[in-house]
């Protein structure tokens, strides 16, 4: 029984590990903790308020009041000069009244709809932080990944650096090289040693910025899961459709529009007539000698009509106007801007593609290049220090470019959904 509980335990373990070495992992992480996407969040929810705000227009509202008076009066003389008795009067009174907008011009109705275009705009926001959560993780994930590979390739440089220059004294002693060869591979060393260093800082700071995106610990990142691709459109027309449908930016910018028509739909209405419906009832009791009841309903319709307000409303509704018109030139650029970014992300997404592929086979290359210079150097063939050292930097040149190249694919991958409108953690496979 105990060995089938250690089993349970250890593969819930490593799907544990697995889980937290994979990018949604961290994603997850960074959308649960980010500071400004939970700020986004509060914004949304207190913009949701907007609509039972404005669906009051159409309520009827309550008021309840009541007061309570004690004079007394003294000192009381008639016309004729003689003194009355002081008197004393207690009266308290209570009211109920309710209010109904029978009709105002529209105005609530154009205030419930911008409310609903309020809170759209406020979801819009919303998804496009989480949106650029989404990448700033990805980023982060990938650009660590890539730090570690170059810190660790910088490492393996000088490691055989080192050996070189050990095997290099070596021969020097034999006589089989000069004392320029040994003095090239000990530059070479010094250089592979300045090169670890800034590659050992370069990962320093992705960490940091790793921990700040994600609010994790470091993972080890040699377990990182490098896997990672989304479903993106096949050519760059199928991507500017794709964005006028789901762009963020767009969307606002519709939405500001539609939101500045309201506004001036809200002015206009001003300056129509509103009426409404009042009842009131009320209890008033006065405590003196001797006791007053008196109970009263009141029901009154009231009409209004503004005229002139010194100019005021026709203000209003001219910078409303205005305003209108503001948010239309908005939207045609945004719909401009919008579509110069698709085609630049689109672009460095196939060029990223390409030289993914070229990288590549260069690392292939430089691969087999240095293998065979360094069988015959060592064997004390025609192959030079400057030949070996030469092949040496264009391996380690081809393998940081191919896990840059890596990098760069992936993200901008992300970089181009994120144009799009259609990153989400659901679409990462």
Excluded: C
Aim: charge should be positive; aromatic fraction near 8%.
């Amino acid at each position: 029984m105990k060995k089938y509980i250690f089993i349970i335990y250890l593969l819930f373990s490593l799907s544990h590990l697995q889980a937290q070495d994979n990018l949604k992992f961290y994603i997850q992480k960074a959308l649960s903790n980010n500071l400004q996407l939970n700020a986004e969040r509060k914004n949304f929810e207190s913009t949701k308020q907007n609509k039972n705000i404005s669906r009051s227009e159409f309520l009827p509202s309550i008021t309840l009041s009541g007061d309570q008076a004690s004079t007394t009066s003294t000192n009381r003389t008639n016309q004729g000069g003689a003194s009355l008795n002081d008197t004393n009067l207690d009266s308290d009174s209570t009211k109920i009244s309710v209010d109904q907008k029978i009709f105002s011009g529209f105005k609530g109705v154009n205030t419930f709809k911008k409310s609903e275009l309020e809170i759209k705009k406020a979801n819009l926001l919303l998804k496009k932080v989480e949106q650029q959560t989404i990448l700033d993780a990805t980023s982060a994930y990938f650009d660590l990944i890539f730090k570690f590979k170059n810190e660790e390739f910088n490492s393996l440089n000088v490691n055989l650096f080192e050996r070189q220059v050990d095997s290099d004294s070596a021969r020097l002693q034999k006589g089989e090289i000069t004392l320029t060869d040994l003095a090239q591979s000990e530059s070479s060393l010094a250089g592979a040693r300045a090169n670890l260093i800034k590659a050992k800082t370069e990962l320093l700071a992705s960490k940091t910025n790793f921990e700040r995106v994600t609010r994790e610990k470091i993972p080890n990142t040699k377990n990182l899961n490098e896997n990672t691709f989304l479903i993106l459109p096949n050519s760059l027309n199928d991507s500017l459709k794709l964005a006028e449908v789901n762009n963020i930016d767009f969307l606002v910018s519709k939405l500001d529009y539609e939101i500045a028509i309201k506004e001036l739909n809200i002015e206009k209405a001003r300056l129509s007539p509103s009426a409404s419906l009042n009842y009131s009832k009320s209890e008033n009791s006065d405590f003196s000698s001797t006791v007053d009841n008196t109970d009263q309903e009141t029901v009154k319709a009231t009409v209004t009509w503004p005229i002139i307000k010194g100019g005021e409303n026709i203000s209003a509704i001219k910078k409303s106007s205005y305003k209108k018109e503001r948010y239309q030139l908005l939207l045609q650029d945004t719909k401009n801007r919008i579509n110069t970014e698709i085609s630049n992300a689109w672009s460095k997404y196939q060029s990223s593609k390409s030289v993914l592929e070229a990288t590549r086979a260069q690392l292939k290359a430089s691969e087999i290049a240095n293998e065979g210079i360094t069988l015959e150097y060592d064997s004390g063939n025609t192959r030079t220090t400057l030949e070996l050292i030469q092949s040496r930097s264009l391996l380690l040149d081809a393998r940081i470019a191919f896990a840059k190249s890596q990098r760069d694919f992936v993200v901008s991958q992300f970089e181009l959904a994120n144009q799009l409108g259609s990153l989400s953690i659901r679409s990462i496979k």
